[in-house]
């Protein structure tokens, strides 16, 4: 079956402009997590689904971050007035039961978003 | 902040030998997984040990863990050119519910 998808898998944007970065996770997945990946670092945690619901969203670094999962299903990461400092690629995952690290999570090949 | 932290941070061994990348780690886990990411993109998970588990084999892999000393390896046999890649472990603390904390990563590069 399809693994995690993630579009676009390269955004380059102007600072101060606002971006969407879409996740498909694989079907049936309960869970969804987003991570931000700097250069030469591992991935750092931003926010955590449960079906619709953001279950921990503690990661996102301000409020310029947002996202969504009307449906359960598929994800969408927003960012409004770009910094360029938000320059990073955006990794999502997805996994069956939502048991955070008692269970594999399955990886995008991520975003990488550069602000210009 | 980062829980893990792996040492080395760059590790360069020839085809055939083996490659040992540690982890530690600050906090008391749940569990603890070793992810491998090529290229900078997406990570591909490798094991998941439990905090009750000390050891565990898939193929040529191997991981210990030490709750005590709040560590754990990772040994690769018999290395090959493939196995050139990033490797990092991620935890999930006890008290910090789902999401996983990954260390800053070991560069495994192993030359033909």
């Known amino acids: 079956g399809a693994g995690v998808s993630q579009t676009p898998s390269n955004k380059v944007t102007e600072k101060g402009k606002y971006v969407e970065l879409r996740c498909d996770p694989i079907s049936g997945h309960t869970a969804l997590y987003w991570y931000r990946q700097s250069l030469g670092q591992g991935p750092e945690f931003l926010i955590y689904f449960q079906g619709t619901g953001a279950a921990d969203d503690s990661g996102l670094p301000n409020d310029r971050f947002f996202a969504v999962r009307p449906e359960g299903s598929v994800s969408t990461l927003k960012i409004q007035r770009t910094e360029r400092g938000d320059s990073a690629v955006y990794l999502c995952a997805s996994s069956p039961l939502g048991q955070g690290g008692a269970e594999t999570q399955y990886f995008g090949p991520g975003t990488r978003l550069l602000v210009l | 902040s980062q829980q893990g932290e792996e040492d080395p941070q760059a590790l360069s061994i020839q085809e055939g030998e083996n490659a040992t990348m540690n982890c530690s780690y600050k906090t008391s886990i749940n569990n603890l997984q070793w992810y491998r990411q090529n290229s900078g993109r997406g990570l591909v998970h490798l094991i998941l040990?439990?905090?009750?588990?000390r050891e565990k084999h898939s193929g040529r892999l191997r991981v210990t863990l030490d709750t005590s000393k709040k560590s754990s390896s990772l040994l690769i046999t018999a290395s090959r050119a493939a196995d050139t890649a990033s490797y990092f472990c991620a935890t999930d603390a006890e008290t910090s519910g789902s999401r996983l904390t990954f260390g800053e990563g070991t560069q495994l590069t192993v030359n033909p």
């Open positions: 040990i439990r905090s009750n588990e």
